[in-house]
C-alpha cells in the first residue's frame, strides 16, 4: 500500500513562517484527495486543507483560512502546507492524508502520514 511521508516540521518562532511536504511512495499513485490536518494533545484530529487531485480545487478551514495554503505537484505526487504568520496555538502535530472521496472528516480518509511536530514559540 502506497505511504505518506511528511517532512519540514520544526521549532519557529511566532510570526514566522513554515512549509510542510507530504511525498507519496508511489508515483502511480492517484487520489481523488490529498489533505492536511492537526491534532492538538487529548484531541481529535481537525482538518486544515484539502485539494482535488486532478482539478486542484481546493478548501480550507475557516480556522486558518487567510494563513494556511495548500499546493500539490502531480509530477511527483507531494502535496504541501504553507504555513503563514503562526501562533504559538499553532503547535501541534500535522498530518498529511489522501482519500478516494471528497471530504473534510478524518474518518473519510483512508491514507495517512506519520505525523510532524510543529512547535511555535511565543
Known amino acids: 500500500q502506497v505511504q505518506l511521508v511528511e517532512s519540514g516540521g520544526g521549532l519557529v518562532q511566532a510570526g514566522a513562517s513554515l512549509r510542510l511536504s507530504c511525498a507519496a511512495s508511489e508515483r502511480s499513485f492517484n487520489p481523488y484527495v490529498m489533505g492536511w490536518f492537526r491534532q492538538f494533545p487529548g484531541k481529535e484530529r481537525d482538518f486544515l486543507v484539502a485539494?482535488?487531485?486532478?482539478?486542484?480545487?481546493?478548501y480550507t478551514a475557516e480556522s486558518v483560512k487567510g494563513r494556511f495554503t495548500i499546493s500539490r505537484d502531480n509530477t511527483t505526487v507531494a502535496v504541501y502546507l504553507q504555513m503563514n504568520s503562526l501562533k504559538p496555538e499553532d503547535t501541534a502535530v500535522y498530518y498529511c492524508?489522501?482519500?478516494?472521496?471528497?471530504?473534510?472528516?478524518?474518518?473519510?480518509?483512508?491514507?495517512w502520514g506519520q505525523g510532524t511536530q510543529v512547535t511555535v514559540s511565543s
Open positions: 492524508a489522501a482519500n478516494s472521496i471528497w471530504g473534510s472528516s478524518p474518518m473519510e480518509y483512508d491514507i
Open positions: 485539494v482535488n487531485w486532478s482539478g486542484g480545487t481546493t
